[in-house]
């Protein structure tokens, strides 16, 4: 199942920037400046997790990509989730979330994926919540 839900390679950064700043419900630009709100610091940090472990994007190339930041900062940041992933079911769960996302909106429409969906492995239904954050009104 985990190679199953691995993004496939030809899904570009700004793709993986805002699935998850939409995920986390934060704005997508938020990513980028230099701010270390709590709220914005853990997407980024997982966004450069994703980056080099499903993609295998170097550090100094991520680094530049999330703002222009230094390669010791991503190096920090991805081992920071690789440690924290172990240790909390959670944040497993976010991270296997949003690889699902990546999969799934890199071949369906934005349109089709709505506040879950749907989905047929080995003849059994299982349902995905796309966007847990997302609050309705």
Request: overall charge positive; glycine content about 4%.
């Amino acid at each position: 199942l985990r190679s199953f839900t691995r993004p496939q390679k030809n899904i570009s950064v700004k793709n993986v920037v805002d699935k998850v700043a939409a995920y986390y419900g934060i704005d997508e630009e938020s990513i980028y400046e230099k701010t270390r709100r709590r709220e914005v610091v853990r997407p980024r940090q997982v966004i450069m997790y994703i980056l080099r472990e499903d993609f295998s994007i170097s550090y100094p190339t991520i680094g530049t990509k999330m703002g222009g930041r230094d390669h010791t900062t991503v190096i920090h940041s991805c081992e920071k989730i690789k440690r924290e992933v172990i240790v909390d079911s959670e944040l497993a769960k976010e991270i296997q979330n949003i690889r699902t996302l990546l999969v799934w909106t890199s071949t369906l429409s934005y349109q089709q994926i709505t506040l879950g969906m749907y989905v047929k492995i080995h003849n059994q239904f299982l349902l995905f919540f796309i966007y847990p954050h997302y609050q309705l009104y």
